[in-house]
């Protein structure tokens, strides 16, 4: 007789369901304690111990010494490999038989030579499937190898996850052994889990949510663990259940397997390769077991370290990306930051990894992929449509801890009014597992709902790499449309943004910026990885603007596009969203140092190889080649070597009318003065020109004042900027009652996240460092340079010695300055107050520059407390303004009429020693009449951080100025001169010109080099179908709207022989 239904407490029933699928409770009676069966151990375990991470085919040829489960191994980035002898019992015939391994580090598992599993207990894979059903005839005895890292899936912090490693910490294999695995258990499971998610999800009043839990008590009613005859019946109701479909508004879930890897953060660079492996081989597996299972990879660097370390590997990546399950994402080489690399940097992010996407998996992706980058700079969309992609995928502004981001789908419209579709998955998350709370979280976050219907849903354990698993696959299989829950697909980022394309009418849109409002330390801290970028920018952008030259001017010369590939991939390279941000451990900021010292030292000999190209390498007596690497005339006073390893100071004026990107030759090594041309101009030294130099430093009363005829400084006895004058107008820059050039010091504890925030209470902190008067004494005394230096005892661990430099016909003053910083947890910055008052600031961002308020009147004011900016900020009123220069800083602030740079922070994880020692660096103050634009801002930051090259010259240099390029217009600024990547034969040029001013404007290009041919092209340096532009004795007609990016494709003609 069946038993008569009976009345249900809530709690109770679904506890009941909970102690039946408890990993925990009562394991011996319950079903989760039947998901293995039989087990018995390894035949044999015996394992070898190495500081080196080894390829396959030499580890297998090492001593192995016997082992056994429960033997510590170690240190921390030590691997331990393991042979693995198996027998599998012969009565386990017809049966899923598995290796279970559980141990600290991650482990990834080879067969015959290849890798087939990676195994993580953070990442819940901890079993390898041996056979799916064990055979009459398959082998009974196999050897596998375990290559365990030691290291876990986040590292090896010590104590918390983001501390620095601990160097002595020792690893455990806790289980080794055959088992076998009860797939109709699994199932069950998986089902009884997905019920009780619905029950709990749902609530108490809801129909569907009694639904589930009563289906769930029903099958722990029919299930009888130890009496598997009892399992399909339970397996029938939960079928019953979720065959009952929904409605046909039922929000659209796209599911997609991703696995957010870290290209470096707290583990080193070598060992991100391997984790690249542990997860995509997983990955594979996946793909085989699932056909409709569909995985989204970013990252070229990634994939191109997997097809040089595991070629095996990456030809199977190539077979499941024509199958259409593993998808390339993001058209980038690395998930970069997107605050501080420089607009062309950004642009060979897309360069480099789209043309690897296309190389290897033969299209381009039309996606950019980057969900965990701390912040959006407002040029991405233009960039990204200009390198053929229109859609956007992150999530990281769920992050902000002020106010909540308005929207998931939108249109995000950049600086020049370029917009992409773009859309953040509801769920903020790109590490989902499949349960019922995320799906419904997914729909009930959406802030978009009435406008789109669909959502991605991106599954997978991330950041440390790991990736999906099958319990997750199998989790959203079963839900793929069921009644009381959306609609789930697995699904494609391009079936995504097609879903979401077909709904875009409604959708709303977003100008400007995604700022996030946390990590904001990030701008700061690592000053010497923050320089790096910022000099390694610059060398690359000199190497290829010479080498253009040399190549347009000399039949022999090679360009050097290999070596520029190497040396770009490099900086890309460290321009992963943490590292250049400073967000890593210290065993990553010394490769990434490392990688700098390489491009500058690589890149130097290139620059040498093009001067004595451009030099023709004729022999005669050495001199010098002043190279003028912008886009404009200057004059400016330069330090020329003298015999001996002296220096002396030379006046470099540009010769010609409208000279730019200029060459000048010097034949002797140590004048006092010389000319030099703009942009690429060559021209020959002179004497010293007479009248060139200013009035020298006067000091009185301690203080000292400083005069070119364009600005007056003042500095008080500690060196201190009391008075900043322009000449001509008398007008005083300084703020009054306020001084200027003000180091403060701030306590700096965030909430937990050390190296990457600094909290809006550290304002509160704020500690003017007081200097002793008398420090102050004047330097270089007149003639083209006058300067005062002085010492400031920061505090009794830190001090800093400062110059300030004023140059003839400068129109700012440089504040050259050297630091000893050994601090924990303290922020230094250098205050101005500027006698301007103005709403708001204007900083300069990747090709173009946008305002900020200096206000806090709303909470998405002051939640910008501390923001980015790179060479300059600008205050400005009307007719009048103050801006910043800086030749390495990227954090600033202006509050109010303050302008602050942000210099030095002293965080202690994950990397303890981060920015204790010697710093340098230079940063500049600029007063100006009228706007920042017709004052010439732009170029002065420009020149701060492009000086004047002098280069040996290996014989005579051309014997007039030459200039290769000039542009009519103030407002165009040609960034890039570089060969064309497909430029076989080498006599194709890309120009990249952008509009600064914001700005409608006509401009002429005027070339002196033997074009054949231009034509507009895009980023992806792909032909402008409206075909050559006309070309009228030499010069070109461009026409730019405000920030337009336009790139240039320049066919030379022929080299004669």
């Not at 391994?101 to 079993?127: A, F, I, N």
């Not at 980015?868 to 009429?897: I, P, Q, T």
Request: net charge negative; aromatic share 10%.
């Amino acid at each position: 007789m069946a038993a008569a239904p009976a009345l249900k407490h809530w709690r109770t029933t679904l506890e009941r369901v909970e102690k039946f699928v408890s990993p925990l409770y009562f394991t011996d009676c319950n079903l989760r304690g039947r998901l293995f069966g039989d087990s018995c151990p390894v035949a044999e375990l015996s394992s070898f111990l190495t500081p080196e991470r080894l390829p396959y085919q030499e580890a297998v040829q090492q001593d192995f010494r016997p082992a056994q489960v429960g033997d510590s191994f170690g240190p921390t980035w030590w691997t331990c490999w393991f042979r693995v002898e198996l027998t599998i019992p012969e009565a386990w015939v017809g049966q899923e038989v598995h290796l279970r391994w559980e141990s600290d580090g991650e482990g990834l598992v080879w067969r015959d030579g290849e890798p087939v599993q990676g195994l993580t207990k953070e990442g819940e894979k901890t079993s390898y499937v041996l056979t799916d059903k064990l055979g009459e005839e398959d082998p009974r005895s196999l050897t596998l190898y375990v290559e365990v890292a030691c290291n876990g899936l986040l590292g090896a912090g010590k104590g918390t996850m983001i501390a620095a490693p601990d160097p002595e910490k020792m690893f455990q294999v806790s289980r080794a052994e055959l088992a076998v695995f009860h797939r109709d258990v699994h199932k069950l499971l998986v089902d009884l889990e997905l019920l009780l998610g619905m029950a709990k999800g749902l609530g108490e009043d809801n129909q569907r949510s009694y639904q589930a839990l009563y289906t769930a008590n029903q099958m722990v009613n029919i299930c009888d663990p130890a009496q598997p005859e009892t399992f399909p019946v339970a397996q029938a109701l939960a079928s019953k259940f979720f065959g009952q479909r929904g409605g046909e508004s039922q929000h659209t879930i796209h599911a997609l397997g991703h696995c957010h890897i870290d290209t470096a953060w707290l583990w080193p660079f070598k060992e991100t390769v391997r984790k690249c492996a542990r997860s995509w081989v997983t990955v594979v597996q996946l793909m085989e077991r699932n056909p409709e299972f569909i995985f989204a990879c970013s990252q070229a660097q990634q994939l191109a370290w997997v097809k040089s370390h595991y070629p095996g590997l990456h030809a199977r990546l190539q077979e499941f990306a024509c199958r259409g399950q593993f998808v390339p994402v993001g058209g980038t080489w690395v998930e970069m930051d997107g605050n501080l690399p420089s607009g062309e940097a950004m642009v060979r992010q897309f360069l480099q990894g789209q043309s690897f996407f296309l190389q290897e998996f033969g299209k381009m992706c039309s996606e950019f992929w980057l969900p965990d980058t701390f912040g959006y700079s407002a040029q991405l969309p233009q960039i990204m449509r200009s390198c053929g992609i229109g859609h956007f995928l992150t999530q990281k502004l769920s992050w902000n801890l002020v106010n909540s981001f308005p929207h998931h789908t939108f249109f995000w419209e950049g600086l020049d009014g370029s917009r992409v579709l773009t859309h953040f998955p509801p769920g903020d998350s790109y590490g989902m597992q499949g349960s019922v709370e995320e799906v419904l979280k997914t729909v009930a976050k959406n802030r978009d709902k009435g406008r789109t219907n669909h959502s991605a849903f991106l599954f997978g354990f991330g950041d440390g790499g790991g990736g999906p698993t099958q319990t997750m696959v199998d989790r959203l299989k079963r839900l793929c449309n069921t009644d009381g829950l959306p609609r789930v697909q697995f699904s494609s980022p391009e079936r995504l943004f097609s879903a979401l394309e077909g709904h875009s009418g409604q959708l709303c849109t977003w100008v400007g910026e995604l700022f996030l409002e946390l990590h904001n330390g990030t701008y700061t801290t690592h000053a010497q990885i923050k320089k790096g970028n910022r000099e390694c920018e610059r060398i690359l952008h000199d190497v290829e603007l010479l080498s253009s030259l040399a190549l347009a001017r000399s039949a022999q010369f090679l360009y050097p596009a290999a070596q520029l590939q190497d040396l770009w991939r490099l900086l890309l390279l460290n321009q992963f969203h943490d590292v250049v941000t400073g967000s890593c451990i210290q065993l990553v900021a010394e490769e990434a140092m490392c990688h700098y010292e390489d491009i500058r030292s690589r890149g130097n000999t290139l620059l040498s190889a093009a001067a004595a190209a451009l030099c023709a390498g004729e022999p005669g007596p050495e001199g010098l080649l002043i190279v003028n690497t912008l886009p404009w005339k200057r004059t400016e006073v330069l330090a020329l070597p003298r015999p001996g390893g002296a220096h002396c100071l030379g006046l470099i004026p540009s010769s010609g009318d409208s000279a730019q990107h200029g060459l000048c030759s010097c034949s002797h090594p140590h004048l006092a003065a010389a000319p030099a041309a703009p942009a690429a101009c060559v021209c020959s030294a002179g004497a010293p020109q007479p009248g060139a130099g200013g009035p020298p430093p006067t000091k009185t009363d301690g203080s000292v004042t400083l005069d070119n005829g364009i600005i007056r400084v003042r500095l008080d006895p500690t060196g201190r900027l009391t008075s900043l004058v322009l000449v001509a107008s008398g007008r005083e820059a300084v703020a009054e009652g306020a001084v200027g050039n003000q180091f403060v010091l701030f306590d700096d504890v965030p909430l937990y996240w050390d190296a990457w925030d600094v909290m809006d209470y550290h304002l509160e902190t704020r500690k003017p460092v007081l200097g002793q008067a008398g420090t102050l004494a004047v330097g270089t005394q007149g003639g083209v340079r006058g300067s005062a230096w002085f010492l400031l005892q920061i505090s009794p661990n830190s001090r800093l010695s400062q110059e300030v430099v004023l140059d003839v016909g400068c129109p700012y003053v440089r504040f050259h300055t050297e630091v000893h910083w050994h601090e924990a947890h303290k922020f230094l910055k250098v205050e101005f107050p500027a006698r301007v008052r103005s709403p708001q600031a204007t900083f300069e961002v990747q090709f173009g520059h946008l305002q900020r308020p200096t206000h806090y009147n709303t909470s998405w004011d002051w939640a910008r407390f501390e923001v980015w900016a790179h060479r300059w900020m600008d205050l400005s009123e009307h007719g009048f303004g103050l801006a910043l220069l800086n030749d390495c800083k990227y954090g600033a602030s202006v509050r109010g009429s303050v302008l602050s740079l942000s210099l030095l922070r002293a965080p202690k994880s994950p990397d303890a020693t981060v920015d204790m020692g010697r710093h340098e660096f230079t940063y500049a103050l600029m007063p100006h009449e009228g706007s920042f634009q017709d004052a010439g801002v732009i170029p002065a930051a420009y020149s701060l951080n492009f000086p004047l090259l002098a280069l040996p010259a290996p014989g005579p240099a051309p014997a007039a100025a030459w200039s290769a390029f000039s542009v009519s217009s103030p407002a165009v600024v040609l960034e890039t001169v570089k060969q064309a990547e497909t430029s076989l034969q080498g006599r194709k040029l890309v120009l990249r010109l952008y509009e600064a001013h914001g700005s409608h404007v006509d401009c002429w290009l005027h070339m002196s080099l033997p074009v054949q041919e231009a034509v507009l092209c895009d980023l992806l340096e792909r032909r402008d179908p409206a075909g050559p532009l006309p070309l009228r004795d030499s010069r070109l007609k461009l026409t730019f709207s405000p920030f337009q990016v336009q790139s240039l494709l320049l066919v030379l003609q022929p080299a004669p022989s």
